[in-house]
Nanobody, 124 residues
Framework: VQLQASGGGVVQAGGSLRLSCAAS????????MAWFRQAPGKEREFVST????????YYTDSVKGRFTISRDNAKNTVNLEMNNLTPEDTAVYYC??????????????????WGQGTQVTVSS
């Protein structure tokens, strides 16, 4: 499975960005797709996840009501719509895929494929 993330950039506080993650090569094996983020000097943290077939979703508390994860069947992509961004959202965002877990997982170890990161910078 290969993952290609895109859509990062620089935005002012209160603004919006849309991240996309295109999956290829064995996508039928994917159970869940997720977004994580890592700010400088901090550990990689879970943001959101979506079930590849059933479209169940889950968010970390700090982004609930602001971020929306979705899946585009035709393009084999998972999107993360981010609204009302704050400087605390500044981080490198990574998409990830799990071919093993059958339930919502928020820890890094549950995901066995990772895309390259995309930088999101929110200025105050």
């Amino acid at each position: 499975v290969q993952l290609q993330a895109s859509g990062g950039g620089v935005v002012q506080a209160g603004g919006s960005l849309r991240l996309s993650c295109a999956a290829s090569g064995g996508t039928s094996r994917i159970h869940w797709m997720a977004w994580f983020r890592q700010a400088p000097g901090k550990e990689r943290e879970f943001v959101s996840t979506i079930n590849w077939s059933a479209r169940a979703t889950y968010y970390t508390d700090s982004v609930k009501g602001r971020f929306t994860i979705s899946r585009d069947n035709a393009k084999n992509t998972v999107n993360l719509e981010m609204n009302n961004l704050t400087p605390e959202d500044t981080a490198v965002y990574y998409c990830a895929a799990s071919t093993t877990t059958n339930w919502i997982e928020s820890h890094v170890g549950a995901y066995d494929y990772w895309g390259q990161g995309t930088q999101v910078t929110v200025s105050s």
